[in-house]
C-alpha cells in the first residue's frame, strides 16, 4: 500500500493530511473565570445511601467484597453552567487554560496522603502480578461521569434512583448497577464504568482488569506525604487538559452547560497499613464536606478560558479571541508560525492544535504495514476533532478506509487498517490520507 504527503503538491511515501475548516456560526465573545463556591448538585453514590443528596458529607472507599462494586462509594459533583457562559456554541470554540476542583476534608486525620498515581498491581493483592505500594496510602482522584438506566448529566438529579440493588444475601448485590458513575476514557475514546477495574472476583463480573488513569489526583498542603490528613484541609484537582480526550470533555459540557465529574479512590475501609493491607485500624478513608454542609467549604470549581466568537477585525483569517487567547495580541497572521513546528498559523487554527507550541501539531507519528500490506497509522490528535482516514487509487477518488480507530496512548490516534480479499490475494497499490474535521 502507498500513501502520499503533499505540503507543496508534490507526492511522496507519506499520508497525505487534509484540513478543512467548517464555517463558524456568529456567536459572542465570552471570556470567562468562573469561580464557583458550591456545585449544583452534590450525591454521595453508594448503594446504601437513604438520604441521597441531603447528607453533609460524603466518602470514598473501596470494597474488595465480591458482592460490591470495588469502587465502593464515590462522590459526584455536578455544576449548571448555562448562567455563567455562552451555551450551544460549538466544543472546539471554548478554549480552557485551565480547571480546578477542589473539596474540603471534614473529618480529623481518617487518611493517609498519597500524593501519586498507583498502579493496578498494587491493588490486585490476591492476583497474579500483584505488586505491593511502597507507600502510605492511597491517591484521591478525579473522573469523569458517565450514566446509565436512560439518565444524562441532565435528567440525573440528586433524588434520582441510585440503580438496581440486589437482597444482601445475594451474591451481586450491586456490582456495576449504579445510575451515575466515575468513568474513564478506554482506548476506543469511549467512557466506560471505572468501578471494578481491578478486577472483581465474582461469576457475574467477568470483566478483565484495566489501568484508569485519574484526570487528576487530590493535592493539599496540610499534610505531607504519608501524614494522616487534618479536617478542613483543601484537596486542589487540577484537571489534565493536555489529554485532548478530557479537554475535549470539559469544552462539550461547557456547550451543554452541565459539567458531571466525580471523586473517587480506592482507600482501603478498615485498614491503613503500606499498600492498603493488613488487619485494618484507623486512617482509611476520606469523607469530604458538602453543599449541605454547614461547617466546612462545599466543593469549589475554577475554570478559566475564553469562548471564540467570529469576530476577525484585523481580517487576517484568524479569529481575534484565538489570537488573543495564544499571542496576547492580534499581530499574527496566517501564514507565520511562532512555534516553528511546520505548521502555520491557519492550520494550527483549523487543527485545533496550540500554536504556541512546537510539541502540538497535527502530524504523522508512525505508519506500518502488515504482512498483507494493511496499513497501521499513528497521528496526534487534538480536542473536539474528529478525525476519519481515506483510500485512494488515483488520488482523485477518495473513500473512507476500512478499518478502526483507537487511541493507545495520551493525544496519539491509530488506525488499524482492515482490508478483505475473497480469495485472498495482493491489494492493489493505494494512498491514504488522514482528515481532520
Not at 505488586?131 to 440525573?156: C, K, N, S, W, Y
Request: glycine residues 8%; charged residues 20%; aromatic residues 12%.
Amino acid at each position: 500500500m502507498k500513501s502520499a504527503f503533499s505540503p507543496t503538491g508534490r507526492l511522496f511515501r507519506r499520508p497525505v493530511f487534509l484540513f478543512l475548516l467548517l464555517a463558524a456560526c456568529r456567536l459572542l465573545a465570552a471570556e470567562f473565570g468562573l469561580r464557583v463556591n458550591q456545585p449544583s448538585l452534590d450525591r454521595w453514590m453508594y448503594p446504601f445511601d437513604f438520604e441521597p443528596g441531603t447528607r453533609t458529607y460524603a466518602a470514598t472507599f473501596a470494597s474488595f467484597d465480591s458482592r460490591f462494586d470495588t469502587r465502593d462509594a464515590q462522590f459526584l459533583l455536578g455544576w449548571n453552567l448555562e448562567a455563567l457562559v455562552p451555551t450551544n456554541q460549538p466544543p472546539r470554540n471554548y478554549l480552557l487554560r485551565r480547571a480546578r476542583v477542589a473539596v474540603t476534608i471534614s473529618k480529623n486525620e481518617t487518611f493517609f496522603y498519597d500524593p501519586t498515581y498507583d498502579r493496578i498491581v498494587t491493588y490486585m493483592t490476591n492476583q497474579p502480578g500483584y505488586v505491593p505500594d511502597t507507600d502510605l496510602g492511597r491517591p484521591i482522584e478525579l473522573h469523569g461521569a458517565a450514566f446509565r438506566g436512560g439518565f444524562t448529566a441532565e435528567t440525573f438529579k440528586e433524588s434520582s434512583d441510585y440503580g438496581p440493588i440486589n437482597a444482601f444475601t445475594s451474591p451481586n448485590i450491586s456490582i456495576g448497577t449504579r445510575n451515575a458513575y466515575a468513568a474513564d476514557f478506554d482506548t476506543n475514546g469511549v467512557l466506560v464504568d471505572i468501578a471494578n477495574h481491578v478486577g472483581q472476583r465474582n461469576t457475574d463480573w467477568t470483566n478483565a482488569p484495566f489501568e484508569a488513569h485519574p484526570w487528576a489526583i487530590g493535592i493539599t498542603t496540610n499534610a505531607l506525604p504519608g501524614q494522616l490528613v487534618p479536617d478542613d484541609s483543601v484537596l486542589n484537582f487540577d484537571v489534565d487538559l493536555a489529554d485532548p480526550l478530557i479537554h475535549a470533555y470539559f469544552q462539550s459540557a461547557l456547550s451543554i452547560g452541565r459539567l458531571r465529574l466525580f471523586i473517587s479512590s480506592l482507600s482501603p475501609a478498615q485498614q491503613a497499613t503500606v499498600g492498603g493491607t493488613g488487619n485494618g485500624g484507623f486512617g482509611s478513608y476520606p469523607l469530604y464536606a458538602t453543599k449541605e454542609n454547614a461547617l466546612y467549604d462545599p466543593p469549589r470549581l475554577e475554570l478559566d478560558g475564553v469562548l471564540v466568537s467570529d469576530t476577525d477585525s484585523d481580517a487576517d483569517g484568524l479569529p481575534d479571541d484565538w489570537e488573543n487567547f495564544y499571542f496576547g495580541d492580534l499581530a499574527e497572521t496566517t501564514a507565520t508560525d511562532p512555534d516553528g513546528d511546520g505548521a502555520d498559523n491557519a492550520r494550527e487554527w483549523e487543527t485545533g492544535t496550540n500554536p504556541d507550541d512546537a510539541a502540538s501539531s497535527f502530524r504523522l507519528v508512525n505508519t506500518t504495514f502488515d504482512a498483507e500490506g494493511q496499513a497501521l497509522v499513528r497521528f496526534a490528535v487534538a480536542p473536539s476533532r474528529s478525525y476519519r482516514v481515506e483510500v485512494s487509487a488515483d488520488l482523485q477518488n477518495w473513500a473512507p478506509a476500512n478499518g478502526s480507530l483507537s487511541y493507545p496512548e495520551t493525544g496519539i490516534a491509530e488506525f488499524r487498517e482492515q482490508r478483505l480479499s475473497v480469495p485472498p490475494a495482493p491489494h492493489p497499490a493505494s494512498y491514504c490520507r488522514v482528515v481532520v474535521e
